[in-house]
């Protein structure tokens, strides 16, 4: 999607953002010096798609062509972005671990504990330091938007777009949670939207948006690439819910299943309640937490009920109205094919 040269860029600009954070925080006290490496470490191990998809949009506009310091500064945003929601996700979430070591909230909670403190004090000052490391990554993702050597109305057009992704993403966390705390399972219209809201926007609607924005693109060509950006995101939330019921570890990044033994409210699951096999269904999820045998029998009664099929012709048709918009004549040929790109790399990854 990008050149190896460029991706090297990109690297260099997030270590960059993520070293002032840590020679700020170094100013401030012993603890706060120990979050700032904290945070630093969070950002590591991802994959950084999304400031990927900032340059790779920019570069497919023939504007793009061209060198800008800007695009490396919003590209770098974005990842900061995804950064904080990942951190403060796991405070929702009450997980300590993330790609199999500590995360920010379980490195404070060791910290705590090296300092004497008992285990609700621990916990505290975990939460309370992931809480306070996401509100600095998110500080400093709008910092680097805000201090973008461009233009002031492209500088507007980009805080809007970040203003959007956060407000969206935050409804769709908050509707997740809700989801998943009543006792009955909401209807798949509003499981899909959250679906949609928490990660679409932020991971690719707005991003894509973003670059071509920066390369001067066209309000149109905006307006089209997000319709297809938004398509993009929740075919890859939805392939991301088949992999948590159906992928195999290495698809999955941890015990294959996990989303079944969690009893999360997925879009799968909201269409096998719409089926008449839904009481199946829901009997081996409620075993599914017990071990592997029980996510087997899940699995059996998910594909007896149609619900497997009826994802996957959502993602197709959802693909199929991405690669058909990527024809649409406001955008460069260069745009469509980054289009169709991604449809064909999320479609690769259905299990």
């Given at each position: 999607?990008?050149?190896?040269?460029?991706?090297?860029?990109?690297?260099?600009?997030?270590?960059?953002?993520?070293?002032?954070?840590?020679?700020?925080?170094?100013?401030?006290?012993?603890?706060?010096?120990?979050?700032?490496?904290?945070?630093?470490?969070?950002?590591?191990?991802?994959?950084?798609?999304?400031?990927?998809?900032?340059?790779?949009?920019?570069?497919?506009?023939?504007?793009?062509?061209r060198d800008t310091p800007a695009v490396l500064s919003v590209a770098t945003?974005?990842?900061?972005?995804?950064?904080?929601?990942?951190?403060?996700?796991?405070?929702?979430?009450?997980?300590?671990v993330r790609r199999g070591v500590p995360n920010v909230a379980g490195e404070?909670?060791?910290?705590?504990?090296?300092?004497?403190?008992?285990?609700?004090?621990?916990?505290?000052?975990?939460?309370?330091?992931?809480?306070?490391?996401?509100?600095?990554?998110?500080?400093?993702?709008?910092?680097?938007?805000?201090?973008?050597?461009?233009?002031?109305?492209?500088?507007?057009?980009?805080?809007?777009?970040?203003?959007?992704?956060?407000?969206?993403?935050?409804?769709?966390?908050?509707?997740?949670?809700?989801?998943?705390?009543?006792?009955?399972?909401?209807?798949?219209?509003?499981?899909?939207?959250?679906?949609?809201?928490?990660?679409?926007?932020?991971?690719?609607?707005?991003?894509?948006?973003?670059?071509?924005?920066?390369?001067?693109?066209?309000?149109?060509?905006?307006?089209?690439?997000?319709?297809?950006?938004?398509?993009?995101?929740?075919?890859?939330?939805?392939?991301?819910?088949?992999?948590?019921?159906?992928?195999?570890?290495?698809?999955?990044?941890?015990?294959?299943?996990?989303?079944?033994?969690?009893?999360?409210?997925?879009?799968?699951?909201?269409?096998?309640?719409?089926?008449?096999?839904?009481?199946?269904?829901?009997?081996?999820?409620?075993?599914?937490?017990?071990?592997?045998?029980?996510?087997?029998?899940?699995?059996?009664?998910?594909?007896?009920?149609?619900?497997?099929?009826?994802?996957?012709?959502?993602?197709?048709?959802?693909?199929?109205?991405?690669?058909?918009?990527?024809?649409?004549?406001?955008?460069?040929?260069?745009?469509?094919?980054?289009?169709?790109?991604?449809?064909?790399?999320?479609?690769?990854?259905?299990?």
């Open positions: 999607m990008i050149e190896v040269a460029e991706a090297a860029e990109l690297d260099i600009a997030i270590d960059g953002a993520l070293m002032r954070i840590r020679d700020r925080a170094a100013g401030v006290g012993r603890g706060f010096e120990a979050l700032g490496d904290a945070i630093a470490r969070a950002a590591r191990g991802g994959k950084r798609f999304r400031p990927a998809l900032v340059a790779a949009s920019f570069r497919s506009f023939p504007a793009g062509e945003a974005f990842e900061l972005l995804h950064t904080a929601f990942v951190v403060h996700d796991d405070v929702i979430d009450h997980d300590v404070f909670r060791l910290r705590g504990r090296r300092s004497g403190a008992d285990e609700q004090g621990a916990a505290q000052l975990g939460d309370a330091a992931a809480i306070l490391a996401g509100d600095l990554l998110l500080h400093e993702a709008i910092r680097l938007v805000a201090r973008a050597d461009v233009e002031p109305p492209v500088r507007e057009r980009l805080l809007a777009l970040v203003d959007d992704a956060m407000f969206v993403s935050a409804a769709g966390e908050l509707a997740d949670v809700e989801h998943s705390v009543v006792p009955d399972c909401a209807p798949a219209e509003q499981i899909f939207d959250a679906a949609f809201n928490k990660t679409a926007v932020y991971s690719f609607q707005a991003p894509l948006q973003a670059g071509a924005v920066l390369a001067g693109a066209s309000a149109d060509a905006v307006r089209v690439l997000g319709h297809a950006g938004g398509r993009l995101g929740l075919a890859f939330q939805l392939v991301d819910d088949l992999i948590g019921a159906f992928g195999t570890p290495e698809q999955a990044g941890r015990e294959s299943g996990g989303d079944l033994r969690e009893g999360k409210r997925t879009p799968l699951v909201a269409l096998a309640r719409e089926s008449a096999l839904w009481s199946d269904v829901d009997a081996t999820l409620v075993l599914a937490r017990t071990g592997p045998v029980a996510v087997q029998d899940a699995r059996r009664a998910l594909d007896a009920s149609g619900a497997r099929e009826q994802l996957r012709a959502v993602i197709d048709q959802t693909l199929a109205d991405v690669r058909d918009t990527s024809l649409d004549p406001v955008l460069p040929t260069a745009t469509g094919h980054l289009l169709r790109t991604l449809a064909d790399g999320i479609e690769g990854r259905i299990p």
